[in-house]
C-alpha cells in the first residue's frame, strides 16, 4: 500500500526542489517547460502505457486546448480561469467519438488513424482564418493573473502535475484501473470480468486527451502566443519518447523521462541534431529495456513472498510461465 | 474534369511508388516500417548529390542499408520477450526521426530535385513531364516484380506463409525471424527506387519522409491491405481524391480532404471487420 | 420463467471444422452438471458459446429464459455467468489477490469521479471488495501467496485464482473448463468443497474436466462430447459403465 503513495512523494519533493533552485529566468522556463512536458508525457502513460492505446495525437489535443484559451481569452474576453475547464474539456468530448471510431481496429492501425487525426487537426487549425489566427496563430494571449511571475506560473504548472498524478495514482489503485489493466492484457479476459471494453478505451483517450489539454492550456498562457505547428505531431512523438524512456507503464514514469530528457536536451549541439537523439533514444529504449527506466528498475526486484517460496523447496508442479 | 483526373493520376502513381513495399511488407510481415519515407528521402538525396547514374545506384543502396539497420533492429527484438506488437512499429518511428534530422544536419532544409526532361507531354491539355512516364514504367515493373517474388516463387511462399501464420511456419522449418529481416531490407530497396523516382520527379526535403509514409500507408490500406495491386491502386485513388479537392474546393479545404478520406475509410474497414466478426 | 442454462441444438463452426454439432445440454440453479471429452471434442467451444466469444452456427442458448445470444458477453456475466478459463488468461505481473480482486467489477458502483478522488464511498468499497477477496482467498487455501505475482506460481494455484476470480462476482451460474488441471490432491479437496459450497448456494455449475474421478465425485448428470457430438448423457453410474463410453476411453480415463 505504502508504495501506492510514493509516486506523489516523490513528485512533490522534486516540484519543491524545481521551484527552490529556479531562482534564474532561464532555468525557470525550462522548470515550466519540463512540466509541460510532463502533462504530455503523462497522457501518454495512461492511454499507452496503462491502456494499450499507442495515439500520436497528444499533441493535437493539446493543441486544442491550447487554441481553446487562446480564442476565448483574446477575441472573447473570458478570464483563464474560466477556459480552464473549457480547455480540458473540449479535448475530452472530442476524443470520446474519436475512441470510439478507431477502438475496434487494431493497434498498428489504430496508431495510424491517431497520426492522421493529428494532422487534420493541425491543418485545420492552419486553415482557420480570423478564429484562429491562420498559419500565423494567436498573440496576446493573457497571463493567468495580472501579478503571473515566472516563478508562481512555475509553481502553478507544478501544482497541475502533482494534481494529475494524484488523480492517476487513485485512478490505478480503484477498481477501474484494474479493470484498464486488464483491457490492456488481454480483452477477452476483461469481458469475462463483466468490463465494457469499448467503453473503458474511451474513457482512457477521453482522460489522456484532457490532461493533454491542460497541458495546452497552461503552454498558452505562459508563451502568451500559439500557433498550428506548437504541439504538432513531432510534440506528440516527443511525448511518447519521453513516456517509453521513463516507463510508460509505471506512474511517475513518464515524469521521469520528461526531466531526464529534457535536461538532456539543454546540452545537445544544435536544434537540427535534435531528431538524431530523440530517434536514437527511443530506439536504444525500446531495444535495451522496453518497459523504460522506471519499468526496468521494478522489474529487478522480485516480490518478497516469492523469494521465501523459492527458498523452501516445496513440491512445485509444472510453473505457469517459464 | 478530365484535366484534374489526368493530374490526379499522376499524383497518384507517385503515392503508389511508396504504396508498394509499405504493401508489401505488411503482407510479409504483419508491421510497417514507418522509415520507409525516409528511406526514400536518404536516397534522393544521396543520388542529389553523387549525380549521374551512379547516383542513382548509389542512392539505392543506401536506402537498402539504412533499412539494413530496421532488419538487424527487428531481430535484436526478436528476443525481447517484453516487446509488444507496436515496438517494432515504434523504433521504426525513432528510426525516421533519426535520418529525418540527419538528413536536415547534413544539408539543411533546402528541397533537392532533379530534372531531366525539359520538353513536356500534352495529355488532354494537361502539361505532362515524361518523368511521369518512367514513375508509372518504373511502378508496373516493381508490381510484376513483387508479384512475382511473393506468388511464383518458394521464398515469396515462405514469407506469405510466416505473415498468415508464424508459429506453424517456425515449426516447419521456416527462418521466420530472418525472412521477416530479410523483406524489411528488400522494402528499403523497393523505397530507395521511390527516392530516386521522387528526386526527378517533384522533389524532396528533409521533411517529406513522414508525409510519404502516411500517404503511403493511407493508400496502400484504403483497397485492404491485400496485395501490392491494391495499394498501388490505392495511391491513384488517393492522387484522384487530392487532385480532385484541390480543383473544386478552396485550398485550405482541399489539403484536408484526402486525409479526411483515408481516416474514413480506415475507420469504415475497421467496423465492418467487427460487424462480420460477431460478438466477439 | 425457466430457470437454469439451456443448450438446444447447438452447432458452431469455424471455416471448415464443426466444433460443436447440435449439443443439447441443461444446468440448473445448485445442481453440478459435467461436461467430459477428449481434447477436441469441443468442449472449451462450448464454454465459448456460452459465454459469447463465438457465435453459434445455429441452435439457441438461454439463460433463465433470456436469449443469452442476444445480449453482449460482458452483460451476460453482469446477469450472472461468471466462468474460467482452460489456459488461464493472466498477467504474469498481477499478484494473485489483485486478480480476485478483477472479479468484482461487476460490483463495483464507484464512479470513475469517486476513483479519482479517493473518496470516502469508494474508499469504503475497495475495502469491503479485499474483505470479500480475502475470504474466497481463505476459502481456496491462496492465503499465503496473496502478493505473489501469478508467473510465480506453479499452474495448479494459478487456476485456483481463476476460480476465485469467477467466484467473486457472486455469479448464479459458473462455467469451469478444466479447473483440476495440475492441481495437487490437497488442492483438489479444496476446489471439490468449494464447488460443492457453491452448489449448496444455489449456484448452477457446469464442470468440464478430464478428471473423471472428480466428475462422478461432485456431478449428478454428465454429457460425454466426442468430437463435437454428443456420444452420451446420463447419469454418472450409468455412463461409466457405458461399453461405448469405456471403449472411447480405454485407456486414457484419469486417476
Known sequence: MSEKWSPLIVLVLAGVAAILMGSGAAWLSTSTLIAIYSLLALSVGLTYGQGGILSVAQGAFASIGAYTTGILTTRYGISPFFTLPIAVLLPMIIAFPVARLVSPLSPLVLAIATLMFATIVEILLRSGGDLTGGFLGLSGIPPLFAAQTPVTFNLIAWLAVVVVVFLYTNLMNSAWGRAINTVRHDSVRAVADGTNVARIQSLIFGLGAGIAGLAGWLYAHQLSFISPDLFGIPVSINAILMAVVGGAGVILGPVLGAVTLSLFYEFLPGQEARGMFYGAALILTLVVAPSGLLGFVRRRRPSKRSQSLKSASVLVSEKAFP | ?280 | MSKGISISSLTVRFGGVTALDNVSLAVQKGEVAGVIGPNGSGKSTLFNAISGIVRPSSGTITIDGLDALAVAPEKLVRLGLARTFQTPRIDPGLPAGDAILCGFQTMARQSIVDAMLHLPRQRQEEARMHEACDSILEKLGLKDVRDVPLGELPMGQVRLVDVGRAMACKPHYLLLDEPAAGLSLPEQRRLASAIRLLAAEGVGVLLVEHNFGLVGELCRNVTVLDRGRTLLKGDVESVRSNPEFLRTYLGSHAA
Open chain 2, 1 to 280: 474534369m478530365i484535366d484534374f483526373i489526368i493530374l490526379g493520376i499522376v499524383v497518384g502513381i507517385s503515392y503508389g511508388l511508396l504504396a508498394l513495399p509499405l504493401s508489401l511488407l505488411f503482407i510479409a510481415t504483419g508491421t510497417v516500417d514507418f522509415a520507409l519515407g525516409a528511406y526514400a528521402v536518404v536516397a534522393g538525396l544521396v543520388c542529389f548529390l553523387v549525380g549521374g547514374e551512379l547516383g542513382i545506384a548509389a542512392g539505392v543502396l543506401s536506402a537498402t542499408l539504412a533499412a539494413g539497420i530496421v532488419g538487424v533492429i527487428s531481430r535484436l527484438l526478436d528476443h525481447k520477450r517484453r516487446a509488444d506488437h507496436l515496438t517494432l512499429v515504434l523504433a521504426s518511428f525513432g528510426f525516421a526521426i533519426f535520418l529525418e534530422s540527419l538528413v536536415l544536419s547534413t544539408y539543411g532544409e533546402q528541397p533537392f530535385v532533379r530534372h531531366s526532361f525539359v520538353d513536356y507531354w500534352d495529355i488532354a491539355g494537361v502539361r505532362v513531364s515524361p518523368q511521369a512516364g518512367i514513375d508509372l514504367a518504373a511502378a508496373l515493373v516493381v508490381l510484376s516484380a513483387t508479384f512475382a517474388l511473393l506468388y511464383a516463387t518458394p521464398v515469396g511462399r515462405m514469407m506469405r506463409a510466416s505473415a498468415i501464420n508464424p508459429l506453424g511456419a517456425i515449426l516447419t522449418g521456416i527462418p521466420v525471424q530472418w525472412m521477416r529481416a530479410l523483406t524489411f531490407v528488400f522494402a528499403g530497396l523497393l523505397a530507395g527506387v521511390a527516392g530516386v523516382l521522387y528526386l526527378y520527379t517533384s522533389g524532396l526535403s528533409y521533411s517529406s519522409g513522414m508525409h510519404l509514409a502516411l500517404s503511403g500507408f493511407g493508400a496502400a490500406i484504403i483497397f485492404g491491405l491485400k496485395s501490392p495491386l491494391r495499394a498501388f491502386l490505392g495511391g491513384i485513388a488517393i492522387g484522384l481524391v487530392e487532385a480532385l479537392s484541390n480543383g473544386y474546393l478552396p485550398s485550405h479545404v482541399a489539403t484536408v480532404v484526402p486525409l479526411i478520406f483515408i481516416f474514413i475509410v480506415l475507420i469504415l474497414q475497421g467496423t465492418s471487420r467487427t460487424l462480420s466478426g460477431g460478438r466477439a
